[in-house]
């Protein structure tokens, strides 16, 4: 019996490698705009989910691009999946804006009171940029650090108030320990890839020798192949980050009781730590190629967009 269920996992892993390109084909397609992006967000929420109700031991829903469950009637089931996706990833943008607004909307302005201002010669007011980034990045830390089980917590629950249901959601950021760390610790190796897409376009020279010279449309072509890239980063990333996080998520939730104060006091600072690395990366690059929607959006926190 063991050989045989090998000889089939065998077989079947063609099929499944088949189906994880095509996963990442059209994830990466959907998420070369902020709008399709929304989708590929309500579908890794909806993946996130199933991935919880699998690990629990309960049903998982069949996750679909376009078509809905079987059982259906064909109306329904032809857009169902899309639908689910859309209205997913609306609610989804909504809850990680919610959370995230209060700093990234206070990064955008102490950007404008720092550099903004003292470009224009403003010197006397030049503490107030890095104070308020200061300020604003205390903030975002904690923040960054309880996102992905708020998220998590969503996904399972589908209730909108389950994004913000506080003392569940650090019991069981307590309760995964280490592995909330080690969340945290994938989460800042992600961050690199993103901080290198900020300078493909500044050094552009160095690996696309006379683009200077090119014609505009030649130019525009290799934009493209940027922003091709980006995406696929954005939504490789996002897709096994969050099932990461759903599995962690799974295990941690049916032991959140209680933790020990100091426990929870260590696991949270490491995680932190380690999350600070995506405000830093985001304050040098845009030193590095600026673009102000960058301080609002950003793949680890919003959409799945690598702009």
């Known amino acids: 019996m063991t050989a045989m269920a090998a000889r089939g996992g065998l077989l079947a892993l063609p099929g499944r490698l088949l189906g994880l390109v095509r996963v990442l084909a059209v ?40 078509l809905g469950p079987r059982g259906q009637g064909a109306v329904t089931r032809l857009a169902g999946g899309l639908g689910a996706n859309i209205r997913a990833g609306v609610l989804t943008a909504a809850g990680l804006a919610l959370w995230t607004l209060p700093f990234t909307v206070a990064w955008l302005g102490a950007w404008w009171a720092g550099w903004e201002n003292s470009f224009n010669k403003g010197y006397e007011q030049a503490a107030v940029g890095p104070l308020v980034w200061l300020v604003a990045t205390v903030v975002a830390v904690p923040v960054l650090a309880h996102l992905p089980f708020a998220l998590a917590h969503w996904a399972a629950e589908r209730r909108m108030a389950a994004f913000f249901e506080l003392r569940r959601i650090r019991a069981v950021f307590a309760a995964a320990g280490w592995r909330a760390v080690w969340l945290a610790f994938l989460s800042a190796l992600a961050v690199v890839p993103f901080f290198g897409l900020r300078g493909l376009p500044v050094f552009v020279e160095g690996y696309v020798p006379g683009f200077a010279g090119m014609s505009p449309e030649e130019q525009a072509q290799v934009a493209q192949g940027f922003d091709l890239l980006g995406a696929a980063v954005a939504f ?72």
């Open 27 to 66: 994830g990466t397609l959907l998420c070369l705009s902020p709008l399709t992006s929304l989708i590929a967000l309500g579908w890794l929420t909806r993946v996130m989910g199933a991935t919880i109700a699998r690990r629990s031991g309960g049903e998982a829903e069949p996750v679909g691009w376009i």
């Open 236 to 307: 490789g990333a996002l897709f096994f980050l969050r099932q990461r996080a759903a599995a962690i998520y799974a295990r941690a939730v049916t032991r959140a009781t209680a933790p020990s104060r100091i426990g929870r006091v260590l696991w949270f600072g490491l995680a932190s730590l380690l999350w600070l690395v995506l405000p830093v990366a985001i304050v040098f690059g845009q030193f590095l190629n600026y673009d102000p929607v960058l301080w609002l959006t950003h793949p680890l926190f919003l959409l799945p967009w690598a702009g």
